[in-house]
C-alpha cells in the first residue's frame, strides 16, 4: 500500500489524488493527513521540506513533490496515460502542469500574505506581483483553454482554478468565461475532481 500525506485543500494534493482516479491506483493509496505546520507531524521525517503532498512507498522511502508523484503513478500504472511518450504532446502537458501549479503557487503566496502576517506587515506590491502572475496565466488559458484528452496538465489547470474558487471566491470567473466553460465540462467528465473538493 501507499500513504499520500495530503491536506484536503492543498491544490497539489488534489491534483496527485485525481490523477491517482484516473489510473484506477485509488485503491493502492492510504489517504492520511499531514499538518505542514506541526513540528511533530511525521511528515518533516518523510519529507525535509515538511511539504505536502508526500508519498510514502511501500519500502518506505518517500517521493515529492507533485510532479514527481504525479510522473511516478503514471509509470506505476503502465506509462504515457497522462504524461505522454509523444514527445509534442508531452511537453504540452508538461507546460500547462507548469502553468497550473504556478497560479497555485502565486495564490498561496497571496494567501500567506493576507492570512499568516499581521495586517500593518502586509507587503502589497508583493501580493501585487503575484497577482499579476495569476492574471497573465489566466488571461492565456481564457484564451486557448487545455484541449484533447485530459492530462496531468488538464489536472494542474482544475486544480488551479478550484483553489481561487476556495480560496477567493472564484473572482477569476467574471473576466475568463471561456475558462469557466472549461472547467465546468472538465468536472463533468472527471468526477474525482468534485470527489476531491475541500
Known sequence: MLTLRYSPASPYARKIRI?????????????VAADAADPTDSLRRQNPLGKIPTLILEDGSALYDS??????????AGGGRLISVDPSARFTALRLQALGDGV??????????????????????A???????????????????PAGQVDIGHIAVACA????????AGAWREKHPRLGAWLEKFARAVPAFEATKA
Open 67 to 76: 510532479r514527481v508523484i504525479a510522473e511516478y503513478l503514471d509509470h506505476l
Open 127 to 145: 501580493i501585487a506581483h503575484q497577482q499579476g502572475k495569476i492574471d497573465r496565466a489566466l488571461d492565456s488559458l481564457d484564451a486557448a483553454p
Open 104 to 125: 497555485n503557487d502565486a495564490a498561496l503566496l497571496i494567501r500567506y500574505e493576507n492570512f499568516s502576517r499581521p495586517e500593518r506587515l502586509r507587503y502589497d506590491e
Open 161 to 168: 482554478l478550484g483553489y481561487l474558487d476556495l480560496r477567493f
Open 19 to 31: 490523477a491517482a482516479g484516473l489510473l484506477g491506483l485509488s485503491s493502492r493509496l492510504d489517504i
